[in-house]
């Protein structure tokens, strides 16, 4: 085998190699822990329930109410899901990693990608409440 082939055998491994690290990012879950109800008036806890339902259904995400002050939401996209628990009141809410499938989810690390949909469904919950 000649060098150049070797170079470009060696080169085409490195790129292999890098875009499997890639797909397979896994980060710290990232959960949100009392989150203050940041509302342009006083809000009821069912108004803060209305917000976390609506903005969850706007992101695709199923949400259920389990009891008075919590809900939980899920997510399918492909071959991937995931289920949070979202217990609120009228002050404050949590979003809370309660499950996941085909997340490479090990007990404290998950992909990447989980933490983003959490991260947007926050975002989402908290434009719904400035406009009550």
Known sequence: MTITKMRKLAFVAMIALTMGLIGC???PVYNVEE?????SSKVSAENVKKA???AGAGLGWQMKEVKPGQIVGSIFLRKHSAVVDIPYSATKYSIIYKDSTELKYDGSMIHSNYNGWIQNLDRAIQARLVTM
């Not at 989150?35 to 509302?39: E, I, M, S, T």
């Open 25 to 27: 990012r896994t980060a």
């Open 35 to 39: 989150a203050p109800v940041n509302a």
């Open 52 to 54: 976390i339902m609506s």
